[in-house]
């Protein structure tokens, strides 16, 4: 029998630590792997498995503009593209969508959009303010935007022009703003940095702060988008509306797709030749978007999610009275991380893995959660009593 692992170790560059487990085919919020054992997946491809898998809605869409079109350029016209920028627009803040495709390109994409928009119209001004511990992207653009130094520090020197300060520290801002200051770009809950959630106030501080300032306020919602946290889009929980948006990961059910949506005079900035990508706003990728978020908005999915989040978040928080080494429950909607008193979280997953729950160690302390939005209630159940087992493994009885 094929060892695939091996092979994968000799053919590939070694850039992940994959957990060792060769996964083969899924159905909803369960997949198998080549030897037939099945997992609840509660990684959910990170983030980008709204509907789970093989979904007939996104199977089906996927199978008819296969035998249509799947590539044309943009050179041309196509109806996906405008059906799925169409919805967007009509159930967001914002007025105009470029495509492309992935989170990084989207990210670039609006950093492109914000520098352009302060070459028109702020003199110049190009600097943008970034948070500590925020996640853009690994491009040079979108790495240099991302605060997390160890990631960054190897690969200097990046695109210049990006500031880090402290994140949920407002008045940080506000002294590292500038005359060359052109936008903010924040994650409205920081996802890879362990899914760290906002102060009350932080974002509408951001807002505010932007409004006094005339900066733009870019909202990475790669991750906290498409229904994820409980509602279309995380704003809206906020009560604080974008200038600019960086949308991915769920937005086409698992089919490579990124957006950057945008109010209208800021688009405007951007003319025949400022940017463009070969394959962004392909008819395949667009129509598997549009099937996919179509079903997420008229099946409300987002509220759906909410619900999920609070059967999953009640019982994860009951263990925090069981399980001294369970400090803390956060996040919101399906983006959920458990932290923990100590660095166990890779034997925590392992733990999990040889059980049947797939699980993520967002940090060395912390187990992140993302089932897609159909989770069912009896899987959070399951998934819940096999992390509670987990942890007593690993921690033997708990503490
Ligand atoms: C995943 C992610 C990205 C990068 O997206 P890719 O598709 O991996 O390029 C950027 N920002 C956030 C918040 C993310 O979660």
């Given at each position: 029998?094929?060892?695939?692992?091996?092979?994968?170790?000799?053919?590939?560059?070694?850039?992940?630590?994959?957990?060792?487990?060769?996964?083969?085919?899924?159905?909803?919020?369960?997949?198998?792997?080549?030897?037939?054992?099945?997992?609840?997946?509660?990684?959910?491809?990170?983030?980008?498995?709204?509907?789970?898998?093989?979904?007939?809605?996104?199977?089906?869409?996927?199978?008819?503009?296969?035998?249509?079109?799947?590539?044309?350029?943009?050179?041309?016209?196509?109806?996906?593209?405008?059906?799925?920028?169409?919805?967007?627009?009509?159930?967001?803040?914002?007025?105009?969508?470029?495509?492309?495709?992935?989170?990084?390109?989207?990210?670039?994409?609006?950093?492109?959009?914000?520098?352009?928009?302060?070459?028109?119209?702020?003199?110049?001004?190009?600097?943008?303010?970034?948070?500590?511990?925020?996640?853009?992207?690994?491009?040079?653009?979108?790495?240099?935007?991302?605060?997390?130094?160890?990631?960054?520090?190897?690969?200097?020197?990046?695109?210049?022009?990006?500031?880090?300060?402290?994140?949920?520290?407002?008045?940080?801002?506000?002294?590292?703003?500038?005359?060359?200051?052109?936008?903010?770009?924040?994650?409205?809950?920081?996802?890879?940095?362990?899914?760290?959630?906002?102060?009350?106030?932080?974002?509408?501080?951001?807002?505010?702060?932007?409004?006094?300032?005339?900066?733009?306020?870019?909202?990475?919602?790669?991750?906290?988008?498409?229904?994820?946290?409980?509602?279309?889009?995380?704003?809206?929980?906020?009560?604080?509306?974008?200038?600019?948006?960086?949308?991915?990961?769920?937005?086409?059910?698992?089919?490579?797709?990124?957006?950057?949506?945008?109010?209208?005079?800021?688009?405007?900035?951007?003319?025949?030749?400022?940017?463009?990508?070969?394959?962004?706003?392909?008819?395949?990728?667009?129509?598997?978007?549009?099937?996919?978020?179509?079903?997420?908005?008229?099946?409300?999915?987002?509220?759906?999610?909410?619900?999920?989040?609070?059967?999953?978040?009640?019982?994860?928080?009951?263990?925090?009275?069981?399980?001294?080494?369970?400090?803390?429950?956060?996040?919101?909607?399906?983006?959920?991380?458990?932290?923990?008193?100590?660095?166990?979280?890779?034997?925590v997953v392992?733990a999990c893995?040889e059980r049947?729950l797939?699980?993520?160690?967002?940090?060395?302390?912390?187990?992140?959660?993302?089932?897609?939005?159909?989770?069912?209630?009896?899987?959070?159940?399951?998934?819940?009593?096999i992390l509670e087992e987990a942890i007593m493994a690993v921690?033997?009885?708990?503490?």
């Amino acid at each position: 029998m094929t060892d695939w692992i091996a092979e994968e170790h000799k053919y590939l560059f070694q850039n992940y630590g994959r957990q060792p487990v060769v996964l083969d085919h899924g159905s909803g919020t369960r997949v198998w792997d080549v030897d037939g054992k099945e997992y609840l997946d509660f990684v959910g491809g990170l983030a980008v498995n709204a509907l789970g898998h093989a979904h007939p809605v996104v199977a089906e869409a996927l199978a008819a503009q296969s035998q249509q079109l799947i590539h044309t350029s943009n050179l041309f016209y196509t109806k996906p593209m405008i059906e799925l920028a169409k919805l967007l627009v009509e159930h967001s803040c914002l007025d105009r969508v470029f495509f492309c495709n992935s989170g990084t390109e989207a990210i670039e994409g609006a950093i492109k959009l914000a520098r352009r928009w302060g070459h028109d119209t702020r003199g110049g001004a190009y600097e943008i303010i970034a948070m500590q511990d925020g996640f853009h992207g690994r491009s040079t653009g979108a790495l240099a935007a991302t605060g997390t130094a160890r990631y960054r520090e190897p690969f200097a020197p990046l695109a210049p022009g990006f500031l880090h300060v402290p994140w949920n520290d407002l008045q940080a801002v506000k002294d590292a703003t500038t005359p060359l200051t052109v936008a903010i770009l924040v994650e409205p809950i920081q996802g890879e940095g362990g899914v760290n959630m906002p102060a009350p106030g932080y974002l509408q501080g951001l807002r505010e702060w932007c409004d006094e300032r005339h900066l733009l306020l870019i909202f990475d919602e790669i991750q906290t988008g498409v229904g994820r946290t409980g509602s279309l889009w995380a704003y809206e929980q906020e009560g604080v509306e974008p200038d600019i948006m960086a949308l991915a990961k769920g937005l086409a059910g698992g089919v490579p797709i990124g957006a950057v949506l945008a109010r209208e005079a800021i688009a405007a900035h951007l003319v025949p030749g400022d940017h463009g990508t070969t394959f962004g706003a392909n008819p395949l990728a667009t129509a598997v978007g549009l099937a996919t978020m179509r079903y997420i908005i008229d099946n409300e999915l987002a509220e759906a999610a909410a619900r999920a989040s609070d059967r999953l978040m009640t019982r994860l928080r009951s263990m925090e009275d069981r399980l001294p080494v369970v400090t803390e429950v956060r996040g919101r909607g399906l983006l959920i991380a458990v932290g923990l008193s100590r660095d166990i979280s890779a034997d925590v997953v392992a733990a999990c893995r040889e059980r049947g729950l797939l699980a993520n160690n967002v940090r060395p302390n912390a187990v992140r959660l993302m089932p897609p939005l159909i989770v069912a209630d009896g899987e959070i159940d399951r998934a819940c009593d096999i992390l509670e087992e987990a942890i007593m493994a690993v921690t033997k009885h708990g503490s």
